[in-house]
Every structure is written in C-alpha cells, then in structure tokens.
C-alpha cells in the first residue's frame, strides 16, 4: 500500500520548518490542517489527481469556509493549490514517483460574479431627468 497523503503532509511541514521562514510555515501548516489533510488525508498520494484537485477547487469555490456555507475566494484557493501541488512535487523528488497533476482551473472570483453594473454619472443624471419629467404629481 503506498502512502496516505495525511502522513506525508506532516512529513513534508517537518522538512519545510527547518527550510522557511516561520510565518510561511505558519502559512504551511494551518492550509494543511484546516484543508489539505481534511480533504485529500485519507487518500493514497497516487490517487490525487488534476481532475480530482479540480472537482475540490469548485467545492471550495461553493462552499470551502470552515465557519459557514459561502464559498473561498480565488485567491485564497489558488494558494492551496500552490501549497498541494509543492508538496506533491517534493514527494516526487524525494520518493521518486511521478504525481501526475497538472494545470487547474479556477472559478471566476466571486467579485466578478456578483459584479452589479453601476450607471456612469451621465447616465444616472440622465435617467433623474426623465424620472422627473415623468413624475406626475396629484
């Protein structure tokens, strides 16, 4: 059986602490224990695919905050992503098997999504006016 991504994760914080500084192992080690481990521990490190970091970026994305039901922000997910795919590398380098994960997509932010159009100055004096001059008043 080949190893769980749980056990070498923690392996991979213990060489990281002596290799960064302590606030991007801080950085390191809560992106691991609050999602990494969580989402991908349980699972053999050959089995982590692209298409299944993939499928995760869009659970994230929908609903990926520990203290309620809204989704990560595109940064904050991207940076998981980096985090994942350094340590899958490191366990490449170190074990010498190849982790076949690829390019991943992100969501639009969500800033983009919920994006509101807003009238330009022209515009909302424009419709002030006909809003006047249509007002009737009894």
């Not at 991979?12 to 691991?32: D, F, G, N, R």
Request: net charge neutral; glycine share 4%; with cysteine.
């Amino acid at each position: 059986m080949e190893r769980l991504f749980s056990e070498w994760a923690m392996e991979w914080l213990e060489k990281k602490k002596q290799l960064v500084k302590e606030s991007t192992y801080a950085t390191y080690q809560i992106t691991m224990i609050n999602h990494l481990i969580p989402t991908f521990g349980e699972k053999e490190i050959s089995s982590i695919s692209t298409g299944l970091i993939q499928e995760q970026v869009f659970r994230w994305a929908m609903n990926g905050k520990l203290n309620d039901n809204s989704g990560l922000s595109q940064k904050s997910i991207k940076d998981m992503v980096v985090i994942l795919k350094a340590c899958l590398s490191d366990y490449e380098i170190y074990y010498g098997k190849e982790i076949k994960v690829r390019s991943i997509g992100y969501p639009k932010a969500r800033t983009e999504i919920n994006r509101r159009e807003v009238l330009s100055d022209k515009e909302y004096k424009t419709f002030v006016e006909i809003i006047k001059e249509n007002l009737e008043y009894e």
